[in-house]
């Protein structure tokens, strides 16, 4: 399922995707963040964009992965996703990776509030949330100005390059969003 922005296309990921997306994530400014660190190779990355493929053909899907490209070019510029919890609780988190060459644009910020749009009306959840480094101030704006609202602290949860850091959890409600 293809979603668009004013200046995006998130495409579904697919296996045509693996160079791109290992390139990407080997960017030490794109995996500044991220618990996965920089993968040893493409096998590793395989690994990583494996779950959100395969989810594709489940009827009842819990996993959703797209690549992030600018509409006019084609050009790849990042990856994103939703992965949502028992239904019975009709909850989903989202997260997002856009090109440090792209940081500062609004893309992220297009991508965010287009995942809490499809989270909301197409997923029908309850609550939308994400994760953020305590000192990934660029990623914050984002979730702020999406509209989710921090909501605590999760303290030495994100392993990140063999040392523990902080983690603020953010979430939207269904009766927060507004279209």
Do not use: C
């Not at 819990?62 to 790849?76: A, M, P, Q």
């Not at 440090?100 to 287009?114: K, L, P, S």
């Not at 609202?149 to 269904?174: C, F, S, T």
């Amino acid at each position: 399922m293809h979603l668009e922005t004013d200046r995006l296309v998130l495409r579904p990921l697919s296996w045509d995707d693996l160079d791109d997306m290992f390139e990407f994530h080997s960017h030490a400014e794109v995996a500044k963040y991220n618990t996965i660190g920089i993968p040893s190779d493409k096998e590793v990355t395989r690994g990583i964009i494996r779950a959100a493929i395969e989810d594709q053909s489940n009827s009842i899907r819990s996993i959703y992965g797209w690549t992030v490209r600018l509409k006019d070019t084609n050009e790849f510029i990042g990856e994103t996703g939703i992965s949502s919890s028992n239904n019975r609780f009709k909850r989903a988190e989202i997260h997002y990776h856009i090109s440090y060459d792209r940081w500062g644009q609004g893309y992220a910020t297009e991508v965010a509030q287009r995942l809490i749009a499809f989270g909301f009306e197409t997923l029908k959840l309850h609550r939308i949330e994400a994760g953020v480094a305590t000192n990934n101030e660029g990623s914050i704006r984002v979730l702020e100005k999406s509209g989710m609202i921090r909501e605590g602290l999760r303290r030495k949860i994100l392993p990140i390059r063999g040392k523990w850091h902080d983690n603020y959890m953010y979430a939207i409600l269904e009766d927060d969003f507004s279209q």
